[in-house]
Each structure stands twice: as structure tokens, then as C-alpha cells.
T-cell receptor, first 113, second 119 residues
Framework: NAGVTQTPKFQVLKTGQSMTLQCAQD?????MSWYRQDPGMGLRLIHY???????DQGEVPNGYNVSRSTTEDFPLRLLSAAPSQTSVYFC????????????FGEGSWLTVV | AQKVTQAQTEISVVEKEDVTLDCVYE???????LFWYKQPPSGELVFLIR??????QNEISGRYSWNFQKSTSSFNFTITASQVVDSAVYFC????????????????FGQGTILTVHP
């Protein structure tokens, strides 16, 4: 997981609060994405970006916002946290060129009470 | 739409047994990529293998081997002589090609298989 840094690692939020999960990579990767992991459901794509200034929705985008103002950073914002957003969040990045490995961050454990 | 099914929710074996983790996928793309990831108890995701749809050769890496069969849309993963350190959740994933068809894009993950290896 070298090169993809997620913060915070653990967070407890109250329903209705907002927060931002940070993701940064120093490998000059064009492609970055956010996944959430829930028991029995694997990882599901929330949002992704193919480069600075370009973002798109994944499978489960509702309740989340993203932006990509720089190549290095891809923050995930929870606008008004809900208990259903209790999950483990993974950020991932890779070069867009064919054959490149996807690198995952170490995960952020979020609990909404 | 893409779909990945890992029918085995949990597998429990005794050390030194061989174990196969099943992965079946669905896609309409003719070009796609398949992956296996390991998630140990510490929580991080560890990349194990990537295979593109044009390469049906089986692969062996130490005690790990992968059997890719397009005819049955399966990409199974076998651990030979399992060890306690193999205990983890294993994810199979499928990726569609990007817009230009030159690389892989979004990943669709299976539900994961929890493997427990007992001493």
C-alpha cells in the first residue's frame, strides 16, 4: 500500500455531521477511486476520477461528494452522515496505462451513530 | 452490467490442506481484467494477481495458482499446502475496459470468501 495515504484511519460521527476522508498519493497516478466495504457485499465503487478536474459516479454515490483539484488528492466528503454510511472506506489509485497495478490505501473505519 | 460471484462465504481448512476459492463472473465486454486480492485481519488489501481476458494461461506463484477458464467464466484460486498465515478474506474482482479500451477501469468485487486455516 505504499504511496496511497488515507486519513483518518478511524472516525466516529453523529448522524447529520459532515466530514471529509482524505486520500493522497505521490505516484502521479491519473486514476483514483473510492470504495466502501460492507460485510457480505465486497467492495463497492462510490466515485472515481480519471484525472484532475474529472470525476464520475460509481455504483453507490448517494450521500457522497468528491473533487479532484490536483492529481495527488481525491477527498471524499460525507455531506450529512447517516448510520447507513457506517463502513470501511478504501481509496485506490493507479496509472491509467495498461497493465498497471491498483494500489489501495489502508482503509478508513467510519462509524455513524 | 458486470457481476462477480464468490459462492463460498466461508471456508475452514486444516493446515497443509489444499483449498480452492471459486470465482464466477459475468460481463458483456470482450476485453476485461480479473483480479484477486487478499485482505488479512489487519485490514489492508493486498494485490495477488491480474489477468486479462486474452490470456487464459494458468499461473502459479509459489503455493498459489490460478485457473482462468473463459468457457465457464471462472477464475478460481488455489492455495496448496495452506498455512495459518493464509487466513484472510479473499476478493475476486472484474474490471471493464476504459473508454478507449486500452486499460482497465472500474472494479466490480465479489462478496469475498473468508478463509480460516487452523493449525
Amino acid at each position: 500500500n505504499a504511496g496511497v495515504t488515507q486519513t483518518p484511519k478511524f472516525q466516529v460521527l453523529k448522524t447529520g455531521q459532515s466530514m471529509t476522508l482524505q486520500c493522497a498519493q505521490d505516484m502521479n497516478h491519473e486514476y483514483m477511486s473510492w470504495y466502501r466495504q460492507d460485510p457480505g457485499m465486497g467492495l463497492r465503487l462510490i466515485h472515481y476520477s480519471v484525472g484532475a478536474g474529472i470525476t464520475d459516479q460509481g455504483e453507490v454515490p448517494n450521500g457522497y461528494n468528491v473533487s479532484r483539484s490536483t492529481t495527488e488528492d481525491f477527498p471524499l466528503r460525507l455531506l450529512s452522515a447517516a448510520p447507513s454510511q457506517t463502513s470501511v472506506y478504501f481509496c485506490a489509485s493507479r496509472l491509467t496505462a495498461s497493465g498497471n497495478t491498483i494500489y489501495f490505501g489502508e482503509g478508513s473505519w467510519l462509524t455513524v451513530v | 452490467a458486470q457481476k462477480v460471484t464468490q459462492a463460498q462465504t466461508e471456508i475452514s481448512v486444516v493446515e497443509k490442506e489444499d483449498v480452492t476459492l471459486d470465482c464466477v463472473y459475468e460481463t458483456r465486454d470482450t476485453t476485461y481484467y480479473l483480479f484477486w486480492y487478499k485482505q488479512p485481519p489487519s485490514g489492508e488489501l493486498v494485490f495477488l494477481i491480474r489477468r486479462n481476458s486474452f490470456d487464459e494461461q494458468n499461473e502459479i506463484s509459489g503455493r498459489y495458482s490460478w485457473n482462468f477458464q473463459k468457457s465457464t467464466s471462472s477464475f478460481n484460486f488455489t492455495i496448496t499446502a495452506s498455512q495459518v498465515v493464509d487466513s484472510a478474506v479473499y476478493f475476486c474482482a472484474l474490471s471493464e475496459p476504459n473508454a478507449g479500451g486500452t486499460s482497465y477501469g472500474k472494479l466490480t468485487f465479489g462478496q469475498g470468501t473468508i478463509l480460516t486455516v487452523h493449525p
